[in-house]
């Protein structure tokens, strides 16, 4: 018998592993697709505000235009 419950309970583990593997895939699945966006289609009006969007628009050379506005400070 008690074999058994210890072959139980370690099925048990193994199912709730799973299950919370499982579920933490489809919430990363969709944070990526909600705030991270594809940084390859940045082009889209609906992915310029993406996360990742804006990170590659700041590190990518995009022919002379500036990144980053410039404030002088007041002596």
Request: glycine share 4%; with cysteine; hydrophobic share 35%.
């Given at each position: 018998m008690m074999r058994d419950q210890r072959g139980q309970a370690a099925v048990e583990y193994i199912l709730m592993l799973c299950v919370m593997v499982s579920i933490i895939v489809s919430i990363?699945?969709?944070?990526?697709?909600?705030?991270?966006g594809?940084?390859?289609?940045c082009e889209s009006a609906a992915?310029?505000?993406?996360?990742?969007?804006?990170?590659?628009?700041?590190?990518?050379d995009s022919g002379g235009s500036k990144h980053f506005q410039y404030y002088p400070f007041r002596k």
């Open positions: 990363l699945g969709m944070v990526k697709t909600r705030f991270l594809n940084p390859e289609a992915n310029k505000t993406k996360l990742l969007c804006k990170i590659s628009s700041y590190l990518n």
